[in-house]
Each structure stands twice: as C-alpha cells, then as structure tokens.
C-alpha cells in the first residue's frame, strides 16, 4: 500500500505563484509515475502533469499553457507542482495520484491518490 500526503493549498491572487508538495510513503518502490490532477465543481478530475519516476520525463495536461512544473525527489519521495501565473479558472482542488504502470492520461488509471488540497485563485 500506498499513502500519499499534499501539503496544504491556498488562497492566491491572480498572477501570483504557488507550489505544492506530495510525499509518499509506504510501498514507494513499486510506483512507477507521479502525477497532480485537477477537479473544479462540476467538472471532471483532468491531468494537470506527471513525471515518471526513474527517467523524469515529464507530460504536461495541456490545462496550464506552460504555467505548472512538476519536479520531484525521489530520495525524499516527494513530487512538487509549482504554478505560475495562476488565473481564477486554475481555482479547483488539487489531487497527488501515483500509478504502478506506465504514466496514464485518465484517472482512472492511477492506483493512489491522496486527498486533494484546495487552491483558490481570486481576480
């Protein structure tokens, strides 16, 4: 089993930054892709962008136009998004999600999840 564990969000202002960290614990060593995902009211859970663990590649969801980075330590087991730039309509809840094959795209596919934290983007 797996736990994963997101630090707390925020309250931003449009244009500003913030950066938000997941660590893992438990059987780490089986995870083979990290990942944050979005879900704003009403909409569906979206990949925002995910590494995989042993080469680092990166995908990007499309949702932030360049604007979020995911970077990650694994002696920490720790994966970190950072976002720039942030608009009101990045305004959602933030979700940590590992998964034990390959890097999905959807949701469903990652096996762990961690709670979600809330991010609020104010004009």
């Known amino acids: 089993q797996v736990q994963l564990a997101e630090s707390e969000g925020g309250s931003v202002q449009a244009g500003g930054s913030l950066r938000l960290s997941c660590v893992a614990s438990g059987q780490t060593s089986s995870l083979h892709c990290m990942a944050w995902f979005r879900q704003a009211p009403g909409l569906e859970r979206e990949l925002v962008v995910s590494?995989?663990?042993?080469?680092?590649?990166?995908t990007d969801g499309g949702l932030g136009e360049g604007r979020f980075t995911i970077s990650q330590d694994n002696a920490k087991n720790t994966v970190y998004l950072q976002m720039n730039h942030l608009k009101p309509e990045d305004t959602a809840m933030y979700y940590c999600?590992?998964?034990?094959?390959?890097?999905?795209?959807?949701?469903?596919?990652?096996?762990?999840w961690g709670r979600g934290t809330q991010v609020t983007v104010s004009s």
């Open positions: 590494v995989y663990r042993r080469s680092g590649i990166t």
């Open positions: 999600a590992a998964a034990l094959e390959g890097c999905p795209w959807y949701a469903q596919d990652f096996a762990y």
